[in-house]
């Protein structure tokens, strides 16, 4: 035991007590903040379902084949992080910080709320002008995509960028087939009044991998694997906080089970659907299409 | 978001409800307790600590280098359960559930404490006579460990099963060294009186494995590495729980400061310095030796 903590009649929360002071000595009080409550809620997690040894080295080998299943390719631990709900837990402190150093200033319109990343991002999508087609080539059936940038203020914001991405039309990523090129990503600069416009597909549900120990304990908790159809968009202005979203397409199938707990009602959008002929931006389409229409609203940034 | 849970005004709450709700289907009960807990407890600690996105990373790296670090030689989710205290709060839980299951028989001795099993326990040391020298040969003073094993009334158990091991007299173990054979490890069995003794040496303190993931936290906690010197026992009699425990070498450099918590109160024991010449088991020492007494008592095994 460790003789400068008092000792109470309780062993088990002097226990938890001597692992929070053993940090006493550390340089870094953010670090010894996390790791205090870390050990904490640990230790608490154990206390409450009266953890067992078997349980135990359950868990010990469920991590340990988490991080082997780890990759360049592949992060499970963020797969794992995803499927309880912790990394859209992180997402939304992230943004509610952001509101908060924003606190104060009018605001017209709401900020468009944030979502998981995920796992398909691929850096450098190529910078196109409006009006693309971004998924020339896709399996998919098309949609028209549009709508504006404005600060909180309902400002339009010209030259914000979007990154966009999303799977085809069932449910895959460019970046699942080995040595793929890029597909269905592009980079957009809004207009100078703040407009923004491009064709894609409409995106589909899809699984996330369950072929690792995080597929076993989905299947385990008997929930169901897939994401429902959305299109990515990471949008930035100078001077405004990057929002990283999905828009979401309703009534796709899973909408109300997503996987990784992205869904957010503000994000789910109404996809028009349009019979052939001549579209929203004067071209003439053959085949049915849909439409989709967003206004994103970012948050100014804090000093 | 889930249709079926309902929304409250405390988005972060609502998530936390639905990654449990989301599990409603599972067919294992346990789990979903367990699962939950954790899921709840996960949740808080990001709430509460307000995680960045920065630190999020950090965590999923740490986590994946710990889970790459492992292979059959080397368990570094189990170290580092070891140094956040998670193991020994099992082995308490474990042990109270036994008093639990015990509750009501007549007790005239107290359980022997159990404490940590750590990384270093070889299953099958030879069986060797009462009185044996089981670290023949092994770097270290000599020391004379006897004692008697009882139930939880004080009745002696005959042919009780001790399974004894230590590293050296320098804080090493016979498995940290590629291809070495058992040393300083035996089985032994307590005789008509409960009796028990044999030699080994005078156990010191050693360090963790500093080399991974676990030692670069330990030292960004400010934390000392080593554990005490200590002997390990894992007592069992047919009819009672076996106790998984160690001697701890009383006075020995960091018994105060343990890197994994195991020390307890009630394990430390004197060892006393006796000169050159007869030895309490009548043989002749020329150099002078310590001595350690010990009585273990198990608690009977529950229906």
Not at 203 to 213: A, L, Q
């Amino acid at each position: 035991m460790n003789k400068s903590t008092p000792q109470s009649n309780d062993p088990m929360s002097d226990l938890t007590a001597r692992v929070i002071e053993s940090m006493a000595d550390t340089r870094d009080p953010r670090f010894k903040e996390v790791m205090s409550c870390l050990v904490r809620k640990l230790h608490e997690f154990i206390r409450e379902v009266d953890l067992t040894p078997q349980e135990w080295i359950a868990g010990i080998e469920f991590l340990t084949a988490t991080g082997k299943m780890c990759d360049s390719k592949r992060q499970e631990f963020i797969l794992l992080s995803d499927t309880l709900g912790a990394s859209m837990m992180v997402v939304m402190l992230d943004q509610a910080r952001a509101e908060r150093r924003n606190e104060g200033s009018r605001q017209a319109t709401v900020a468009t709320e944030a979502t998981v990343q995920g796992p398909y991002y691929w850096e450098g999508a190529p910078e196109l002008p409006l009006g693309s087609n971004i998924a020339e080539g896709v399996i998919g059936e098309p949609a028209y995509y549009s709508g504006k940038v404005t600060d909180t203020q309902g400002r339009p914001l010209a030259g914000a960028l979007l990154d966009v991405w999303s799977g085809d039309g069932e449910g895959n990523y460019d970046m699942q087939v080995e040595g793929a090129e890029m597909a269905a990503r592009a980079r957009l600069r809004t207009d100078s009044e703040g407009r923004y416009s491009f064709w894609s597909i409409r995106p589909s549900f899809y699984p996330i991998p369950m072929d690792g120990p995080v597929g076993k304990m989905i299947n385990h908790m008997g929930r169901d694997p897939n994401r429902p159809g959305h299109i990515h968009m990471m949008v930035s202005a100078p001077g405004h906080e990057r929002v990283t979203t999905h828009l979401f397409v309703a009534n796709s199938p899973y909408i109300d089970t997503d996987i990784v707990f992205g869904v957010r009602d503000s994000l789910i959008i109404e996809y028009q659907r349009h019979e052939p002929g001549v579209t929203p931006d004067g071209q003439t389409m053959k085949s049915s299409y849909w439409s989709a229409s967003y206004d994103f609203c970012l948050i100014p940034s804090g000093l």
